[in-house]
């Protein structure tokens, strides 16, 4: 089966971002099939390509995938405006591929809302199957955010949202949420999978080159956020805790960030400006390094704006890379993620919105270091049971498999 996979975001380990394409076209890879991988640039990603850009475009065989990425540079950093215009020209590329190259099944998965472009075309004019992955639902979390106001934006992302839908043979949701929001347009359920995020439990298993931020000490209950610092990820809400626990004087938790983003500077001039010198803010890494900082962890921070389309609607890496840490995760949303770390007892849920509750939340952690090792033995092993990426990309193949038959 020759599969054209669309990920405008893909990257491999070497980046310092989420992986799930990489181990499900490894997956595709080790089970016999041939995967083109069509993307841009990122700024957390990194294809492995060493080669430079010819014509805006470089391509070569990386891990046995091959590999197609467009020099279209994306940040998170950018404005909406640039975004967007990023995201069309990838579509518009992407359709270029969709008609020429020759495969038995088109694969696309979001962010963005746009990835779906080339499998619509590829369904209605070149009569090839199509399977959509949705990670975040558009334009429903936008227009909860209040991101895009503009009434008629959103009707068109609403229409391309069920035009991407409906066109495609079979669809995968990341979380409970999505497979709902997916079916509310009408799809049937039989073809909607349920495919979470995976767990990477042998690189998050290494724990030989274990360090810490400076700033940290051994001693320090260090608390780690890593992910994008963005409107959607309500860092406010870490310092707002860090505020709290400064003026308790518990200069022994440290609160640390690691990652980019559009708000990056203002928490960290904020940071500055109140003192909180138990906030420590660190460029991303790859994951190889990631493993290491995560070996020296106490508590992963599962945070979140209050939106209560995250409730169900979302498949965080972050989290997924915790517990594949064994660590204790510290979540401050309900949800099904919340509704996990109590049934398992693998970390702290706070509600929303309350540092309060956040800060009392630390302190625990660390007046119960032992109990800590169990929380974190509990969430590898929700890891392992549940969540191993070997598992995950297996039914993802299988998926794709049952798509390509049809």
Known sequence: MKVLYFHQHFSTPKGATGIRSYAMAKKLVATGHEVTMVCGSYGGGNTGLPQSFVHGRREGIVDGIHIIEFNLAYS????????????????????GIAFTHQYDVLFATTTPLTAGIPGIFARWLRGKPFVFEVRDLWPE??????????????????ILEWLSYRSAHKLIGLSPGIVDGIARLGVK??????????????????????????????SDLMAVFTGTHGMANGLDSVLDAAAILKQRGRNDIKLVLIGQGKLKPTLQARAQAEGLDNIVFHPPVDKQKLAGLMASTDVGLQILSNIPAFY???????????????????NNYPGW????????????????????????????????????????????????TQFDREQVSAQFVDWLEQSASK
Not at 76 to 95: G, H, M
Not at 150 to 158: F, T
Not at 190 to 196: C, R, V
Request: with cysteine; net charge neutral; hydrophobic share 45%.
């Open 76 to 95: 998170n950093q950018d404005s909406f405006l640039k975004r967007t215009w990023l995201f069309v020209k990838f579509a518009l590329k992407s359709i």
């Open 337 to 384: 993620l919340a509704n996990m770390i109590t049934e398992y007892q693998c970390g702290f849920t706070v509600p929303p919105d309350n540092s309060e509750t956040f800060a009392d939340a630390l302190e625990n952690a660390a007046a119960q270091r032992d109990f800590l090792k169990i929380m974190g033995a509990n969430a590898r092993q929700l890891a392992e």
């Open 189 to 218: 359920r039989e073809n909607i999978a349920m495919i979470p995020n995976g767990c990477d439990l042998q690189i998050f298993a290494d724990k030989s080159q274990t360090w810490r931020p400076h700033g940290v000490s051994a």
């Open 312 to 330: 169900y609607g979302t498949s965080p890496n972050k989290f997924f890379d915790y517990i594949a840490a064994g660590l204790p995760v510290l």
């Open 141 to 158: 979390l936008p227009r909860e955010m209040g991101v895009i106001k503009n009434p008629i934006v959103l009707w068109l992302m609403g």
